[in-house]
């Protein structure tokens, strides 16, 4: 089955700074990364996604960049503010299971 | 449009009881997935259903069960609780497995 692997596990920048999140999967046959922003006592919130046909994808702020031959994606989140500090987790379709598979959580601080 | 909505928020229950957690889910979505949270595991998946016939499990023992009804709505159930069983259960909500999944606040169970 799929596995997904996630660096680093805890990051911490200055307010305004990029963040980078990075995940690895193995199934190559995998399409569909969501990435998912969860804050304390919420549930997981979805903030943006990539299907394999597509490199690169942009929302304001936040971008997910995927490499299929390398079977890696990132999450890249500019300009950071206080309110993107949370636990980030990567995902991806165990095509075997049909269960998104996560990875085991980043959790971003952003210091004022 | 409504959210994912979970019910009840909190669960305090003692080792050896069963207790029954409950997920509608967005209107028009008809995939239905519970995910198991701990500190230790992240994020497990348990099953899944679609139009009310579990396609996926997880790797849970048979305590671990749903049901999806012609509405959408979906419910767990876990019987004989254990200790280790104390965790957060999510529901997310999706048109297909592939699709963009929403989650729930999710439910916090207490096994004392």
């Known amino acids: 089955g799929e596995n997904v692997e996630q660096h680093p596990s805890t990051l911490s920048v200055q307010e305004g700074d990029s963040a980078v999140i990075k995940c690895t999967y193995s199934?190559?046959?995998?399409?569909?990364f969501p990435w998912y922003k969860q804050e304390l006592g919420k549930g997981p919130q979805l903030i943006i996604d990539?299907?394999?046909?597509?490199g690169e994808k942009k929302d304001q702020r936040i971008a997910v960049t995927l490499n299929k031959t390398a079977k890696h994606f990132s999450l890249h989140i500019t300009e950071t503010q206080p309110e993107d500090s949370a636990v980030y987790f990567c995902?991806?379709?165990?095509?075997?299971?049909?269960?998104?598979?996560f990875g085991p959580g980043t959790r971003l601080s952003v210091l004022p | 449009k409504a959210g994912v909505t979970q019910t009840p928020r909190y669960l305090i229950k003692t080792r050896g009881q069963q207790v029954t957690l409950s997920c509608s889910p967005i209107?028009?979505?008809?995939?239905v997935s519970w995910y198991q949270q701990t500190p230790g595991q992240g994020l497990q998946f348990l099953f899944e259903?679609?139009?009310?016939?579990?396609?996926n499990k997880g790797n849970f023992p048979g305590r671990f069960s749903g049901r999806q009804f012609s509405n959408s709505r979906s419910e767990m159930n876990v019987s004989t609780l254990e200790l280790g069983d104390s965790a957060l259960y999510l529901c997310?909500?999706?048109?297909?497995?592939?699709?963009?999944?929403?989650f729930g606040q999710g439910t916090r169970l207490t096994v004392v």
């Open positions: 997310a909500s999706s048109l297909e497995i592939d699709s963009p999944a929403f």
């Open positions: 199934d190559s046959a995998s399409n569909y």
């Open positions: 990539i299907r394999s046909n597509v």
């Open positions: 995902a991806a379709i165990d095509n075997y299971g049909q269960n998104f598979v």
């Open positions: 209107s028009g979505h008809r995939s």
């Open positions: 259903y679609f139009s009310e016939t579990q396609r």
